[in-house]
């Protein structure tokens, strides 16, 4: 639930060349939509109001992989249900109003 209020989706981009323009390509349908975005065979990219935010963020992207990949090594692991992820989204929702407004 905490990654789905603080972080939001991660999307997958598809694989680009490094180096090339293939990457922004690659990520320019989700770099408006999300500030966590898996690349697909580089590793991973995160996005804030500063360095310092986009750092945190990648901080819980990398603890969150490590905590799943535990997850999964004891079995499967069941997906929230989409009713409750539509409530953490309304929370991530108003937690950003309150952030942004506030002075």
């Known amino acids: 639930p905490e990654v789905v209020i603080t972080l939001g989706g991660i999307p997958t981009a598809p694989y680009a ?3 090339t323009e293939e990457v922004p390509e690659a990520i320019r349908d989700f770099i408006q939509d999300y500030d966590a975005i ?3 065979r580089h590793g991973a990219m995160t996005v804030g109001r500063d360095v310092r935010d986009a750092y945190n963020k990648m901080e819980k992207l990398e603890h969150t992989a490590r905590v799943i990949l535990a997850a999964r090594l004891q079995g499967p692991v069941e997906p929230i249900p989409a009713a409750e992820v539509e409530k953490l989204r309304d929370i991530a929702a108003k937690y950003k109003a309150q952030v942004y ?3």
Do not use: A, F
Request: one cysteine or more; a neutral charge.
């Open 38 to 40: 898996l690349l697909s």
């Open 101 to 103: 407004c506030s002075p």
């Open 17 to 19: 060349t490094p180096g």
